[in-house]
């Protein structure tokens, strides 16, 4: 099942979220300190492209999906193209999981604490995941589990 083309609906309205918090604040409504901003794209501040999202969602795909791109004789090809996923869409934690995977597989510990402390921190922002092959529990565990890997190193 592929993840879904959600992302930049999402994101269009945080930024309605923002907008109608200004609104409020200007006219000195007290209701504004009740509408909380959700930490997601960078507190509602960033937008994601509906051409970006099919982007990365496509590739990001393609890794998950190809059996050939799951080995290690094609760790450098998987982790090229899950690079380019968080490229075009930084605000999911899936590819930053996956990349810290393939970090743990060649040894590189630091990179994979990084790519995972990431996934972690998009995964408790999000509260849910993109990828529903796996229910967001499992996805947060098998982060942690990451992490503290990369960490013991």
Known sequence: MLPGLWISAVSRMGRLVISCKQQLEAAGDPRASKLIVPPVFDNCTKILSESDQQRARDLYWEVVSNPELQGPQNAAEASEKLQRVIELNPYVAEPHLMLAQLHIH???WEAARVEAQ?????FLQWGTC???RMGWDAWVAWTRVCLEAAAEQ
Do not use: S
């Open 106 to 108: 060649a040894d590189d």
């Open 130 to 132: 993109w990828d529903k």
């Open 118 to 122: 990431r996934a972690l921190e998009l």
